[in-house]
């Protein structure tokens, strides 16, 4: 009796060490699972705030918008408004150390947003210049902007020259400081194959032109407004359409037009000349393609800026 008591008191005295072993490991192991479950809670709020999901971030953010024109799979160009966010730590590789005020930031964002950076821009448009090309300094004088750009420029495609000429004219001709484009290449002239004036400027680099059966010299140029689809969205296209007609320009004309996108590869969601002007994609067509020939004044804020825009968040 007195070896089993003593037998049963060790197991007993055993038994005590072990749950308190056990109790320590298991507080022990608590303590990590807490310390890893927090750690995890930790970075999933940041990649809340890295890569927003709502409203609720913006005042994190700056935001700053810039009009730029890309191309879409047919070579029809278009603007595209690009809504910068950004916060307080963006560096603006290769041009940080040149950036000195506002029109600075303006002039290497929009030629990064060319070039380096247009793979942010939307998948199915593309910029056509050469990617590695780099401003290497510019100057601004009576509204003549010159762009003095690395010898990559030469590598760009040369059977597409007069499109990456006119990307460029529109794009830095949008800023209200800026009326005409001098492009050079290391301070040299660029002997382009199919440009030949030294100035770039709107009136010799026309967009998305269209030539609709004109056999008489009884012909009009119409400003009119179709749809392109980019990856699955819809962004409007300016198109210089020239057509024949004894008459005025008219709403009824417009609408006769913009029913029709001949043999071009784009969209238009005025199907009659009974169209509702409820519908959004196909009032913003007609109203801006009435706009753009002086025909009506409206009441109405329609602004291209409203269909053709893409977000692009840097952190």
């Not at 603007?79 to 307080?88: A, E, G, M, S």
């Not at 950076?117 to 100057?139: D, M």
């Not at 002997?191 to 269209?210: E, M």
């Not at 071009?264 to 959004?280: A, C, G, M, V």
């Amino acid at each position: 009796m007195i070896k089993k008591y003593t037998l049963m008191k060790c197991t007993f005295y055993m038994g005590d060490n072990m749950k308190k072993t056990v109790a320590f490991f298991s507080k022990y192991l608590l303590l990590i699972i807490i310390l890893v479950l927090l750690t995890l809670i930790i970075i999933k709020k940041n990649d809340q705030y890295v890569i927003p999901i709502s409203n609720s971030f913006e005042n994190y953010y700056n935001e700053e918008e810039y009009l730029l024109y890309v191309s879409d799979k047919n070579g029809f160009l278009f603007p595209l408004n690009v809504i910068v966010r950004y916060n307080d730590n963006l560096e603006l590789n290769y041009y940080d150390e040149k950036v000195h005020n506002q029109f600075d930031k303006k002039i290497y964002t929009l030629f990064s947003l060319l070039t380096n950076l247009s793979n942010y821009l939307p998948l199915g448009v593309t910029t056509i210049c050469p990617k590695n090309t780099r401003i290497i300094n510019y100057e601004l004088n009576d509204g003549i902007l010159i762009l003095n750009v690395s010898k990559e420029f030469l590598n760009y495609n040369k059977n597409k020259e007069l499109e990456i000429l006119k990307i460029i004219t529109y794009t830095f001709t949008e800023l209200n400081e800026v009326e005409e484009v001098i492009l050079l290449c290391e301070n040299s002239k660029i002997p382009f194959k199919n440009y030949f004036y030294d100035k770039l400027t709107k009136d010799r680099l026309p967009l998305n032109i269209y030539i609709n059966d004109v056999s008489t010299s009884y012909f009009k140029a119409y400003k009119l407004y179709y749809y392109t689809e980019v990856n699955g969205n819809d962004y409007l296209i300016p198109v210089t359409v020239y057509d024949n007609n004894h008459d005025f320009f008219s709403e009824t004309k417009i609408l006769n037009l913009l029913t029709n996108t001949f043999s071009l590869p784009l969209k238009t969601y005025i199907i009659s000349e009974d169209f509702s002007l409820q519908e959004n994609l196909a009032s913003y067509q007609y109203y801006l393609s009435c706009f753009a020939n002086n025909i009506i004044e409206i009441d109405k804020e329609i602004d291209i800026k409203k269909i053709n825009f893409y977000v692009i968040e840097f952190y």
